[in-house]
Nanobody, 125 residues
Framework: QVRLVESGGGLVQAGGSLRLSCVAS????????MGWFRQAPGKEREFVAA???????YYEDSLKGRFTISRDIAKNTGFLQLNVLKPEDTAVYYC???????????????????WGQGTQVTVSS
């Protein structure tokens, strides 16, 4: 089992950047597939990016090029770099951990067994 705690959210102007962190405790985070999702008010939870145990990455097509997923194995921490932020990126961002690396499953929240509490990102126009 792993416990996940996100941080790094905040209020930023359009065009700005944020770096979200996800600190894992318990079992080593690098032993899991790492995922990032977001959820805006009134909308379903949306896939953002995922990283495999070996470092492979997979992004939501519409976010590729602006967002970058990474992890620091030594610190048991995952990251999501958000660049060129837009007002429509406003949402609560969640990190997650799972066991399955399959592209047809990575976008589904049900693929991930463990979730953080989320961190709010608000982008002003």
């Amino acid at each position: 089992q792993v416990r996940l705690v996100e941080s790094g959210g905040g209020l930023v102007q359009a065009g700005g950047s944020l770096r979200l962190s996800c600190v894992a405790s318990g079992r080593t985070y690098s032993a899991y597939v790492m995922g990032w999702f977001r959820q805006a008010p009134g909308k379903e939870r949306e896939f953002v990016a995922a990283m495999s145990i070996s470092g492979g990455v997979y992004y939501e097509d519409s976010l590729k090029g602006r967002f970058t997923i990474s992890r620091d194995i030594a610190k048991n921490t995952g990251f999501l770099q958000l660049n060129v932020l837009k007002p429509e990126d406003t949402a609560v961002y969640y990190c997650a951990a799972g066991d399955l690396w399959a592209q047809n499953a990575l976008k589904k929240p049900s693929t991930y067994a463990f979730w953080g509490q989320g961190t709010q990102v608000t982008v002003s126009s």
